[in-house]
């Protein structure tokens, strides 16, 4: 978790898990984990997850854990020195 914006109760939760450990259901987990933390402890309104347009695994993974897709964010990555698009996934506190 990071970003943390303290004024409107949100954060950034990124992931990543190395290629040999995928499928596993590491990054589902952690989500669930991490967001519980931020919603209970924290006291956050909504945590945001920001995939790369084509994170197929990324995008899935958001998904199972409950993130609505919101919009397209226009050059709002960089990989590997490459500029990309992205998805703005939410979460938000029941």
Known sequence: ???LNEI???ANLGYWVRTSRTREGAATEA???FSEF???AVKLVRIEVVVAVGNFASEKVAKKVGALRE???RNRLVH???VRDAHMFSL???
Do not use: C, I, P, T
């Open 1 to 3: 978790m990071n970003h």
């Open 8 to 10: 409107n109760l949100f």
């Open 31 to 33: 989500n669930r984990l």
């Open 38 to 40: 931020g919603f209970s």
């Open 71 to 73: 919009d397209l964010l």
């Open 80 to 82: 590997n020195g490459e």
């Open 92 to 94: 938000v506190r029941s």
